[in-house]
């Protein structure tokens, strides 16, 4: 069982709708993660926060908004996407994000499907 | 920012044999260096990581080599088994961002 957890598994979503992908975090950790999964390419990080304060935006488009409201809660806001958005949305959490020495753990994923 | 480059993209292997997975990175700052392991429909799991002060690492049939003044690690699973198949990435911590290579498909068949 992960201590990662993501909802829901899988998003089918039109064009202009609005949705919000969830993740929870069991393990007490302070910086939360998202990243995207797509085929052939690497795992590209979206959004960091640290004890619920976002430290780095790597050059997402406004289309995505997350939130995190604390330590344990990270929210992905979805408006308007475009089919390339189409992917698998990771989220993950660390003890705490500027460690060397603190790795990684990922819930099992958003499967999005933009129509 | 950090680029990671992974080689190869698919790997095929029979079943004892070595299986190597090599990665370079871009910045010199980078100083942890952790490997992850893709099941098909599953999430990324940690198996293996290395610290920049570190040269090598084992654990059981995992190796990891780390070259600074390269800027290239590797990974290094010995006597390979049917459940080793998988996607495995690399990935490079410079400051807050781990940057991931593009994966590489091992396939160990019997």
């Known amino acids: 069982e992960t201590g990662v957890t993501q909802t829901p598994r899988h998003l089918v979503m039109g064009m202009t709708n609005k949705k919000s992908l969830k993740c929870e975090q069991h393990?007490?950790?302070?910086?939360m993660y998202w990243y995207k999964q797509s085929a052939k390419k690497p795992l590209e990080l979206m959004f960091v926060y640290s004890l619920e304060e976002r430290v780095e935006n790597n050059s997402v488009p406004s289309r995505f908004s997350p939130e995190c409201p604390n330590s344990s809660h990270l929210f992905l806001h979805l408006h308007t996407l475009q089919p390339e958005d189409s992917a698998l949305y990771l989220c993950?959490?660390?003890?705490?994000?500027?460690?060397?020495?603190?790795?990684?753990?990922f819930g099992n994923g958003t499967r999005l499907t933009v129509t | 920012g950090e680029n990671v480059e992974q080689h190869p993209s698919t790997l095929s292997v029979q079943e004892g044999d070595s299986a190597v997975i090599k990665c370079t990175y871009s910045d010199s700052a980078s100083n942890y260096f952790p490997w992850y392991k893709q099941e098909l429909g599953k999430r990324p799991q940690l198996i293996i990581d290395?610290?920049?002060?570190?040269g090598e690492k084992k654990d059981q049939r995992i190796a990891v080599t780390l070259n600074k003044t390269a800027k290239h690690f590797s990974l290094h699973i010995t006597e390979t088994q049917p459940e080793d198949s998988a996607v495995y990435f690399c990935?490079?911590?410079?400051?807050?961002?781990?940057?991931f290579g593009k994966g590489t498909s091992l396939l160990v068949t019997p």
């Open positions: 290395i610290r920049s002060n570190v």
């Open positions: 993950a959490s660390s003890l705490m994000v500027s460690s060397y020495n603190s790795p990684l753990h």
């Open positions: 990935a490079a911590k410079s400051g807050y961002a781990l940057n």
């Open positions: 393990l007490g950790h302070n910086a």
